[in-house]
């Protein structure tokens, strides 16, 4: 309709290959619990991502052939989301997956994201929260309410969240001791368009 809201992305792309590169997208986020990708085809796989997690929660005959529909290999994927990633979400009521800005990764500058899996072991505000409270830790310094509320967030719903949160967070400290040991890192300009070589990334852009 001329003029309506728009209700999901088309990503410069027909119907088909839109659906192959989510479904591409999703079974890479289910296998490795993280994937890089640009901002816009990061928001509408965590879409199909979210669907795939309720489907493995309603744990159904239906569901698990829709499941099948959906991984682009589904012999692996489906044992997953029925077995270990259902188990890891059975209490949260919802909010399976995180879209995190990152710098760009394309040398377009096109705006790029990380999609990950929450609660998974690449969680990326899990592990900011732990190098946090390590800074915290290090300069004594007391933890402040903001600190406070992603630590219960990280925490709230991960099993046996607080222990492996203050087992990441020695890890951190111990990172931070020897980075201070070293000292600061040189910085270096980044070319946007490097002539001598050319920049590749992993994952789905």
Do not use: C
Request: charge should be positive; glycine fraction near 4%.
């Amino acid at each position: 309709m001329a003029g309506g809201h728009m209700k999901y992305r088309h990503l410069s792309r027909k119907s088909s290959h839109r659906q192959a590169l989510l479904r591409n997208l999703v079974t890479s986020l289910f296998e490795n619990e993280s994937i890089s990708t640009t901002w816009h085809k990061a928001k509408e796989a965590q879409r199909l991502a979210e669907k795939l997690v309720t489907l493995g929660k309603k744990n159904t005959e239906a569901s698990r052939r829709r499941a099948h529909q959906i991984f682009y290999r589904p012999i692996e994927m489906v044992p997953k989301l029925f077995g270990p990633i259902r188990e890891r979400y059975a209490e949260r009521p919802g909010g399976y997956t995180r879209v995190l800005r990152i710098e760009p990764l394309k040398e377009d500058q096109a705006a790029s994201a990380i999609l990950e899996l929450v609660d998974g072991p690449k969680d990326m505000r899990f592990a900011m929260t732990a190098r946090t409270l390590a800074n915290v830790r290090r300069n004594k310094h007391a933890v402040n309410e903001i600190t406070q509320t992603n630590i219960d967030k990280v925490t709230r719903y991960r099993k046996n969240g607080e222990e492996e949160l203050e087992e990441l967070t020695e890890k951190m400290e111990e990172l931070l001791d020897r980075e201070a040991t070293k000292g600061p890192p040189a910085v270096t300009k980044r070319k946007v368009y490097p002539k001598e070589e050319v920049r590749t990334h992993a994952g789905f852009f």
